[in-house]
């Protein structure tokens, strides 16, 4: 056996480990945040209604607008038609709103819903692509070898096309797909 007095020393590794432990130990304290700042609140503003009016007539017909003190306002009309089925009854709509997006400026949307559904106009709204193209018209004329030589347009009377501004070429079929042919 070992004598009592080799127990209570330590070894020096041992005791440099326990400090070691005690200064991390004191270091994670330190660092930990004080309970004493208030948590941040994420509730929306809510903002009041500054005026806001509906109608509802014998016919089932309707007026209604509405305005918020942050800039919203929308107005919508309404009247009853003739549904889409036998018994079903619809509504012809015209309607506008307005806000001011986050970057300042004002944007107004004029509609109109009815039988050919939901119609928005507004300056900030894409410009719809036409669902009709014009069809090429094939040519059944193989014996036209001879290069073609584009020739203007003549003037027409016809508002559409000088406010687009454009022409658009008629095609002839050749033998292996379209080139246009102008008039």
């Given at each position: 056996m070992e004598p009592a007095s080799d127990l209570t020393q330590t070894d020096p590794t041992t005791h440099n480990m326990k400090l070691l432990v005690l200064a991390a130990v004191l270091a994670v304290a330190a660092a930990a945040p004080s309970r004493s700042y208030a948590a941040p609140t994420y509730a929306p503003k809510v903002y009041q209604i500054l005026k806001q009016e509906a109608e509802l007539r014998d016919d089932q017909s309707y007026d209604s607008h509405f305005e918020t003190?942050?800039?919203?306002?929308?107005?919508?009309?309404?009247?009853?038609?003739?549904?889409y089925g036998d018994d079903e009854e619809s509504y012809d709509v015209n309607g506008q709103f307005s806000y001011t997006g986050d970057d300042g400026v004002v944007y107004k949307v004029v509609y109109v819903a009815n039988g050919n559904g939901f119609q928005p106009q507004g300056a900030h709204l894409p410009t719809p692509v036409p669902t009709e193209y014009p069809t090429p018209e094939a040519s059944d004329d193989d014996d036209d070898e001879e290069e073609e030589r584009y020739e203007?347009?003549?003037?027409?009377?016809?508002?559409d096309e000088a406010a687009a501004?454009?022409?658009?070429?008629?095609?002839?079929?050749?033998?292996?797909?379209?080139?246009?042919?102008?008039?």
């Open positions: 003190e942050n800039g919203i306002y929308a107005s919508e009309s309404g009247r009853p038609v003739e549904g203007a347009p003549e003037e027409e009377d016809d508002d501004g454009y022409y658009q070429p008629q095609y002839e079929r050749v033998i292996v797909g379209y080139r246009p042919r102008y008039q």
